[in-house]
């Protein structure tokens, strides 16, 4: 009876170290999608907090970068066209941040006349 079983022994180990590197391939690409998904949400916010700031006459950059938290700061950029602030975030993950770059736009709508 213990020879049946005999070659047996370690399978589940074969098949656990088969598993992983799919299981970390699932677990990166989770990660990756939270990442974009949040650094979409980040550029969206700072974009508006950024034309709100051109409404009330400040600085649109500022407002921007001071509501993007502490580390998407080092990966963002901020440009503005007339009156129309783009926030870029690129979120902080390996090999693929390149390819999740969020960007969002908001409009300041037209210059007030005075």
């Not at 079983?5 to 370690?10: A, I, N, Q």
């Not at 399978?11 to 598993?19: D, G, I, S």
């Not at 550029?43 to 006459?57: F, K, M, N, P, T």
């Not at 066209?81 to 300041?108: I, S």
């Amino acid at each position: 009876m213990t020879a049946c079983r005999l070659p047996e022994r370690g399978q589940a180990t074969v098949e656990l170290a088969a598993l992983l590197p799919l299981l970390a391939v699932v677990a990166l690409s989770a990660y990756a999608v939270l990442a974009a998904r949040t650094a979409g949400e980040q550029a969206g916010a700072a974009a508006e907090a950024g034309a709100i700031a051109l409404i009330q006459d400040g600085d649109p950059r500022a407002a921007a970068r001071d509501i993007l938290p502490r580390a998407a700061r080092r990966h963002s950029r901020t440009t503005l066209e007339d009156r129309r602030v783009t926030v870029t975030v690129r979120p902080r993950v390996p090999l693929l941040a390149r390819w999740l770059t969020a960007r969002a736009t908001a409009d300041a709508g037209p210059e007030p006349t005075p």
